[in-house]
């Protein structure tokens, strides 16, 4: 019989705005549950918005019903996030914005990896999937 996994939730998500609400409750729900410190849970939702708000604005140019994937797995010493949408496809890594004066964009990127003490991409099944680990 296969183990049954307790700290992971995951939940589906239309990629519009307005599911940003939506999220931030999904978040707060998983930070209650799995104990996870106030300061990390507000860096864990900022990363999560600007993944967001890029797929919907970059991904497929505006609101749409196009699916977007969250998951969050509570480990002993961090926080694994898997995030997925069907925007085309698109590594943002492949090549890291410089962080300039003045310069607008590229934020969530930069988010991602100074934040996250890891990161990969991949584009599978018509998926992007970003994963993700936080440390706690």
């Known amino acids: 019989m296969a183990a049954r996994v307790k700290n992971a939730h ?23 549950e799995s104990g996870l410190a106030r300061e990390r849970c507000l ?7 600007e993944l967001f708000v890029n797929t919907v604005r970059h991904g497929h140019r505006g609101d749409c019903d196009a699916p977007v994937w969250i998951t969050l ?3 002993p010493d961090a926080v694994q996030v898997t995030y997925e949408d069907t925007a085309p496809a698109f590594n943002p890594y492949a ?14 990127v930069l988010l991602t990896r100074e934040l996250a003490a890891s990161r990969d991409y991949a584009y599978l099944f018509g998926r992007n999937r970003i994963r993700l680990s936080l440390l706690r």
């Open 10 to 32: 995951s939940a589906m998500f239309l990629a519009q705005r307005a599911e940003l609400r939506r999220i931030g409750v999904f978040l707060e729900g998983f930070c209650a």
């Open 43 to 49: 860096r864990l939702n900022l990363v999560l918005e």
């Open 73 to 75: 797995d509570a480990k």
């Open 95 to 108: 090549h890291l914005p410089e962080k300039k004066p003045g310069k607008i964009g590229g934020l969530g």
